[in-house]
């Protein structure tokens, strides 16, 4: 059985950094593809980053291009997501996930495997 735990979430101020990480235990070979979700009160789940099994393959969304990084350590079974630029509209709840497929996916039901999620708060 595969977990997916992310850590790294908090209160930052405005213009600040994080950087998140989601640990795979159990068989994470098995995800060819990973990425980051989040959600705010009352929105839905929208993709954030997603990154190919090799990290030669990235996307991110529009709202977080040029803030956002995605990367993984396959040694160490773990991805990362660093922010920069952190505005208000960032506060959500920041999931990681991984699929079994090539294709790294935009879409939450691509996704066959998530973690509890961090909250990450932006104060402005």
């Known amino acids: 059985q595969v977990q997916l735990v992310e850590s790294g979430g908090g209160l930052v101020q405005a213009g600040g950094s994080l950087r998140l990480s989601c640990a795979a235990s159990g068989r994470s070979f098995v995800f060819n593809a990973m990425g980051w979700f989040r959600q705010a009160p009352g929105k839905e789940r929208e993709f954030v980053a997603a990154?190919?099994?090799?990290?030669?393959?990235?996307n991110y969304a529009d709202s977080v291009k040029g803030r956002f990084t995605i990367s993984k350590d396959n040694a160490k079974d773990t991805m990362y997501l660093l922010m920069n630029s952190l505005n208000f509209e960032d506060t959500a709840v920041y999931y990681c996930?991984?699929?079994?497929?090539?294709?790294?996916?935009?879409?939450?039901?691509?996704?066959?495997?998530w973690g509890q999620g961090t909250q990450v708060t932006v104060s402005s």
């Open positions: 990154i190919s099994w090799n990290g030669a393959i990235t």
């Open positions: 996930a991984g699929r079994r497929t090539s294709t790294i996916g935009t879409i939450p039901g691509q996704y066959d495997h």
